[in-house]
Each structure stands twice: as C-alpha cells, then as structure tokens.
C-alpha cells in the first residue's frame, strides 16, 4: 500500500503571491488534514476534510483553503502569502475506522515566503 | 480548548539506556485519544503509540510504553534498549473524541531526542 505523498517537497514563492500544495492520501483513506509547521515548533491543524467536505478547522484565516477530490487526494490554497507562510505543510490522512488509530503522514512541502 | 505541554526541548542518552520523555496536557473533555508521533530528518510524522483516555491500562508497543495519568493529565513515553534510530523529534499529541476527530491533533512542541553511540 502507498503512504501519503505530497508535492512539491520545495517551493520558495513571493510575499502577496498564491500557492496550491498538492496531497495524495493512502490508498482507503477518505479523511484528510493539513497542518502548517514552523520551524522549531510543533504542527498547527489547519482544516480537515471528509468526503469532500470540510468538516473541521483550526484557527487559519479564510486565505487558507482546500479541496478534496473524489479519489480523496487534496489540495491546499494560500492566497496573498505572507513572510510568516514561510513553514512546512503537513498533510496527513486517515481511513474510516476512526480517529483512534491515528493519522498517516506524508513528508511534507517546504514553503518558504521571501 | 485544549493545550499540549512538553518541558523538555531536548535530551541525550546512550545506546542501549532508557530514557523518558514528559507530556501534560491540559482538556476540559472527558473522552480524548493521546499520541506520540516521531519525526525523523525525513520530516515524515510516524506514529509511536496511542492511548484512548477511557482505558487505564497504559499502551505497549515493544520497546515503547506510556505511563497515563488521567487525574493528572500527564502522557510520558518511556522507551527502553534506545537504539540510534530512535534519534528524532517527539511530539505528544492529543485529539478529543467529540465530533469524530474533525478539529484535529492538538501537538506539543516536541522533544529533541539525541541517542548517543
């Protein structure tokens, strides 16, 4: 089985421009989330979507948003990026059985916001 | 809302030592899961060990356990026979089980786990 993949693993944009980070969850997975992680602390939920619809979200401004597609694989959007954007963006996923058993990781997008 | 705590930036032991990394946690829920997830250079969260919080038995998985304090909110992971692989980031996570998981994984900061040879 395929674990999570994200893409691309690098990008470096320019303040006020947008991103779209790209997340293809493990194969069953129809649940999943993005956290934004800044260097030196621990990953910020950002929102959560479930069939394709976002069912939970963490404290992001509205310029953060996704989609989720019907093979389950997502996208995150950030428009007018600022210097502080500059994080890794984890994607994580998880199958139907329920949350207790944890979610599956891909290595995330380094974003940098010069 | 909820708050992961872990006191201990970093740490060091040698090859073959126990060693135990701290976590509270602060909830007003009653029904939540705690994780400890790894994070290697590779940057990949690999989840170490879970705990549901209405279970008293603490979690095993071979050389990794946790002590689970409910009353006192506290998560530690103890990892035995450290092994040079063990070398990464941890960090304690917490989830409520209201709403099925849909606001996320609350994290602590992390804990630096250096293994030394």
């Known amino acids: 089985e395929t674990g999570v993949t994200q893409s691309p693993t690098h990008l470096i944009k320019t303040r006020g421009q947008q991103v779209t980070l790209r997340c293809s969850s493990q194969s069953g997975h129809n649940t999943v989330s993005w956290y934004q992680q800044a260097l030196g602390q621990g990953p910020q939920f950002i929102f959560q979507y479930y069939r394709e619809e976002e069912n939970g979200r963490g404290n992001f401004p509205p310029r953060f948003s996704g989609l989720q597609f019907p093979n389950y694989s997502s996208e995150l959007n950030v428009n007018a990026l600022e210097l502080d954007d500059s994080a890794l963006y984890l994607c994580?996923?998880?199958?139907?059985?329920?949350?207790?058993?944890?979610?599956?990781f891909g290595s995330g997008t380094r974003l940098t916001v010069v | 809302a909820q708050t992961v705590t872990q006191s201990q930036p970093e740490m060091s032991v040698q090859e073959a030592e126990t060693v135990t990394l701290s976590c509270t946690y602060d909830t007003s829920e009653n029904n939540y899961y705690l994780f400890w997830y790894k994070q290697p250079p590779s940057r990949q969260m690999i989840l170490v060990i879970r705990q549901e919080a209405y279970k008293q038995q603490n979690a095993t998985e071979n050389r990794f356990s946790v002590n689970f304090q409910k009353a006192a909110k506290s998560f530690s992971l103890k990892i035995s026979d450290s092994q040079l692989g063990d070398t990464a980031m941890y960090f304690c996570?917490?989830?409520?089980?209201?709403?099925?998981?849909?606001?996320?994984?609350?994290f602590g900061k992390g804990t630096h786990l250096i293994i030394q040879p």
């Open positions: 994580a996923s998880r199958d139907g059985r329920g949350a207790s058993y944890g979610y599956t």
């Open positions: 996570a917490f989830m409520k089980l209201s709403g099925g998981g849909a606001d996320g994984l609350t």
